[in-house]
Every structure is written in structure tokens, then in C-alpha cells.
């Protein structure tokens, strides 16, 4: 009996080894990012579509926070667009890592005058507002490896407040390892509580935010349909993380999460 209860006291902390985000030099919860409402792909709608050059300056000039995507292109450069086909928003049927900078950023979004952005010019364009941005990096084959570093030397210069978040620990590891003054977040959710099921052994290791260590996160960005997952609640409880909603679509809800969540990724509305 005594050595069965070991092994589960074992087991256990274990678990909260996997589950911890980051605690060795740990940031002032108030200085870690600034509390805002952040437009999801820009504040986009009507002839803006979501990642545009013109999203990005509505949401800056009505002092929003901003949540974007950024891939690596064929040449190393950083492109800036959630999906890594082009085919839903350019009518293109082809990756964005199969093409170089200049052959992603001819392409209209959506038939409009918009363009897919380079991270370079969203830069540009929100820099005099000193903008903060999260920004998601999209994994690859080759991505994960490459993009962090890309995405280090692109921020540089950058007036405003700037994180990084992913889905992928091992991009976040980049940046723990080589640069841990860069706020870092986890992405995640838990598709059993949407009815889809997890794709394989290690999405359900993400899921249940069992990667954390290997990104130590300072914060951990959770899909809020899904906060019933099991490991986000003992995080919360345990650990008091800080805490980020994504995505959420309407007024009810940004006023429901937003007094339990440090802060909240919109869409569809303004809050």
C-alpha cells in the first residue's frame, strides 16, 4: 500500500512537472502584457479581409491590440497569413512555403485591393501607434526549425510591446532557450470537449497542456469553448497563470470572460 501510494504521489508530480508553465524567473503578472482587447487577424469585416495591411491600421487606430499569423516562405521571409494554403483566401492551390516572399505578397486577398502582407510592412504600418501584437507562428516541416530565428530578427527595432505564441512547444523552446526575454505563449485547446476527438497521442499531450514543459510558457492562450479540460482547470487553480480567451465572437461573451481572463483575442465585433 505504501508503495502504491508513492507511485501515485510520483505519478502526480510528474503531471505537475508536464503541466507547469513557467516559474524560474517569472514575470510581474501586471508588466507581462498589456491589457487590451486584441483584434483576432486584424480588426477585418467588409472590404477588409482578416490579415490585411488595412485590418491591421483599423485596429491600431482604434487603439486595439492585435493578433496575428506569420509563415515562412520558400526564401525564409515571413509572410503574414493564418492558413498554409493559399487556396481560401487568394483562390491560389498552392503553401505559402512552397513560394518565395514577393510571389506570396502579389497575391488579393479575398478579390479585393488587399494584398497578403510581408510581417515587414504590418511593422510599418502599426509601428506609430506602438501597437502591441501577439504573434502566432504557424509550424512546418521546416518552419519550426527556421521561423523562430526569422521572427527574432524581424522584431527588432519594433517600437511597441511584441510576444510570440504557438501551437508547436518546440518553436516556443526557440525562444526559451535563445531569447527568454521574449514573452512566450501556449496555444491550445481540447477538441474531445468540440466532439472531434484528438488526431493522435501528442495533439492530446497538447491538448491537455502536458508540452508546457518543454515550452515553459508565461502564459497560455486556451480556447475558451473548451476550458473544461481537465489540466487547463488544475492550471488555473494551481499555478494562476496568465491567462488568455481566443476566439471569442461576440459581446456576451467578451463581457462573461473577460473579469477571468487577463485578456481577450475578439472577433466579429467591437468590444
Same mark, same amino acid.
Given at each position: 500500500?505504501?508503495?502504491?501510494?508513492?507511485?501515485?504521489?510520483?505519478?502526480?508530480?510528474?503531471?505537475?512537472?508536464?503541466?507547469?508553465?513557467? #516559474?524560474?524567473?517569472?514575470? %510581474?503578472? !501586471? *508588466?507581462?502584457?498589456? +491589457?487590451?482587447?486584441? =483584434?483576432?487577424?486584424?480588426?477585418?469585416?467588409?472590404?477588409?479581409?482578416?490579415n490585411s495591411l488595412g485590418?491591421?491600421?483599423?485596429?491600431?487606430?482604434?487603439?486595439?491590440?492585435?493578433?496575428?499569423?506569420?509563415?515562412?516562405?520558400?526564401?525564409?521571409?515571413?509572410?503574414?497569413?493564418?492558413?498554409?494554403?493559399?487556396?481560401?483566401?487568394?483562390?491560389?492551390?498552392?503553401?505559402?512555403?512552397?513560394?518565395?516572399?514577393?510571389?506570396?505578397?502579389?497575391?488579393?486577398?479575398?478579390?479585393?485591393?488587399?494584398?497578403?502582407?510581408?510581417?515587414?510592412?504590418?511593422?510599418?504600418?502599426?509601428?506609430?501607434?506602438?501597437?502591441? #501584437?501577439?504573434?502566432?507562428? %504557424?509550424? !512546418? *516541416?521546416?518552419?519550426? +526549425?527556421?521561423?523562430? =530565428?526569422?521572427?527574432?530578427?524581424?522584431?527588432?527595432?519594433?517600437?511597441?510591446?511584441?510576444?510570440?505564441?504557438?501551437?508547436?512547444?518546440?518553436?516556443?523552446?526557440?525562444?526559451?532557450?535563445?531569447?527568454?526575454?521574449?514573452?512566450?505563449?501556449?496555444?491550445?485547446?481540447?477538441?474531445?470537449?468540440?466532439?472531434?476527438?484528438?488526431?493522435?497521442?501528442?495533439?492530446?499531450?497538447?491538448?491537455?497542456?502536458?508540452?508546457?514543459?518543454?515550452?515553459?510558457p508565461d502564459f497560455v492562450?486556451?480556447?475558451?469553448?473548451?476550458?473544461?479540460?481537465?489540466?487547463?482547470?488544475?492550471?488555473?487553480?494551481?499555478?494562476?497563470?496568465? #491567462?488568455?480567451?481566443?476566439?471569442?465572437?461576440?459581446?456576451?461573451?467578451?463581457?462573461?470572460?473577460?473579469?477571468?481572463?487577463?485578456?481577450?483575442?475578439?472577433?466579429?465585433?467591437?468590444?
Amino acid at each position: 500500500m505504501v508503495w502504491l501510494l508513492m507511485g501515485l504521489a510520483a505519478l502526480f508530480a510528474l503531471y505537475l512537472f508536464l503541466l507547469s508553465p513557467r #516559474l524560474l524567473g517569472k514575470r %510581474k503578472r !501586471g *508588466a507581462l502584457i498589456p +491589457r487590451r482587447p486584441y =483584434a483576432h487577424r486584424g480588426l477585418h469585416g467588409g472590404r477588409l479581409p482578416e490579415n490585411s495591411l488595412g485590418a491591421f491600421l483599423r485596429a491600431a487606430e482604434k487603439g486595439y491590440g492585435i493578433e496575428l499569423d506569420v509563415h515562412l516562405t520558400r526564401d525564409g521571409r515571413l509572410a503574414v497569413m493564418h492558413d498554409a494554403s493559399l487556396q481560401r483566401m487568394c483562390g491560389v492551390d498552392r503553401k505559402i512555403g512552397g513560394l518565395t516572399l514577393s510571389e506570396v505578397c502579389s497575391l488579393p486577398l479575398l478579390g479585393s485591393i488587399e494584398r497578403v502582407p510581408s510581417l515587414q510592412e504590418v511593422l510599418r504600418s502599426v509601428a506609430p501607434f506602438h501597437t502591441p #501584437l501577439i504573434i502566432e507562428m %504557424k509550424s !512546418g *516541416a521546416k518552419a519550426w +526549425r527556421k521561423l523562430p =530565428a526569422a521572427l527574432e530578427k524581424e522584431m527588432r527595432g519594433y517600437p511597441g510591446f511584441w510576444c510570440v505564441e504557438s501551437f508547436d512547444p518546440r518553436m516556443l523552446r526557440y525562444f526559451r532557450r535563445h531569447a527568454p526575454q521574449v514573452i512566450r505563449g501556449q496555444l491550445s485547446y481540447d477538441p474531445a470537449k468540440l466532439g472531434e476527438g484528438y488526431p493522435n497521442f501528442l495533439y492530446a499531450l497538447g491538448a491537455y497542456l502536458l508540452m508546457n514543459a518543454v515550452s515553459r510558457p508565461d502564459f497560455v492562450a486556451y480556447d475558451h469553448r473548451t476550458e473544461r479540460n481537465l489540466s487547463f482547470r488544475v492550471l488555473r487553480r494551481l499555478f494562476h497563470p496568465v #491567462l488568455a480567451a481566443w476566439t471569442v465572437k461576440s459581446k456576451k461573451d467578451f463581457e462573461r470572460l473577460r473579469g477571468r481572463y487577463d485578456l481577450v483575442i475578439f472577433e466579429g465585433f467591437e468590444p
